[in-house]
């Protein structure tokens, strides 16, 4: 299961290894989502990402070429597999 | 000294939940319940098969993840 | 794809994808809902940027007293030369390349 890591464990940094060039989703602290293929990221969790959909509310709003997003506004990185659903 | 279970450090504790289902309560409307796999220093955690709940004025959000990196930065409780 | 000669247009980090925006038009999105597009002239590893020829559009949402109607408004301003803070930015888009 774990990509390397000691014990069974898989840090942030084997996570970030596996994820390269792979679809993520990416959710910023304003809940805002970017879908797209994970070009490359560094320390400061600073993301450039290929073919990304910004989604707003679960709707597209945005399609960019390339992006770069600054860490600091990064709440969580997604493998891309996701369900949703909403309830009362 | 070193051994004392009340000296534990905080981040012995995270250490120990490697494995187990942890909920974490972030700053704002959010949580995260999934799976620990890892986490760094900055205490960016890796979550497994996660379950997000957002509670928006709508209701409440449930989105289901496989894998995530979550940013260490505006999590609250855990 | 990327070959080892040409190591100055590969991307390796993240900020390499704003070096190869330099003296290029870029779309910069930033906090409060702020959308800036223009001529990148300088960037520092924070993303402080000077851009040149900016238009500024500047998104407000207000709701309608009588008809909770959603009123989306925006308002654009010209700008000739602009520093822009990096803690304000949010996203960064390079114009479009054909790869």
């Given at each position: 299961m774990s990509g390397g890591g000691g014990a069974g464990s898989k840090t942030p940094a084997d996570f970030l290894k596996s994820i390269r060039g792979r679809p993520v989703v990416v959710k910023l602290n304003s809940g805002v989502d970017y879908r797209g293929i994970l070009a490359c990221l560094d320390g400061y969790m600073n993301i450039a990402m290929e073919q990304t959909e910004e989604y707003v509310n679960g709707q597209l709003k945005n399609k960019y070429g390339d992006a770069f997003i600054r860490g600091?506004?990064?709440l969580y990185i997604s493998t891309s597999k996701r369900t949703m659903s909403e309830g009362a | 000294m070193s051994q004392n279970p009340s000296h534990l450090l905080p981040s012995e504790l995270i250490d120990r939940c490697i494995g187990s289902k942890i909920w974490v309560i972030m700053k704002g409307d959010k949580e995260l319940v999934g799976t620990l796999r890892g986490f760094d220093v900055y205490v960016n955690m890796v979550l497994e098969d996660v379950t997000e709940i957002e509670i928006t004025p709508e209701g409440r959000r449930i989105t289901k993840l496989d894998q995530i990196l979550l940013n260490g930065n505006n999590i609250a409780i855990e | 794809m990327a070959a080892t000669a040409e190591e100055d247009s590969a991307v390796k980090e993240p900020l390499d994808l704003i070096r190869l925006s330099l003296d290029e038009r870029i779309y910069v999105k930033l906090r409060s809902d702020r959308e800036l597009r223009g001529k990148l002239h300088a960037y520092d590893q924070h993303l402080n940027m000077i851009l040149g020829d900016v238009e500024e559009v500047i998104t407000s949402v207000e709701i309608d007293d009588e008809t909770y109607e959603e009123i989306v408004r925006t308002s654009k301003r010209q700008i000739p030369f602009l520093f822009v803070r990096?803690?304000?930015?949010i996203l960064v888009s390079p114009p479009l390349r054909t790869s």
């Open positions: 600091n506004n990064v | - | 990096g803690d304000g930015v």
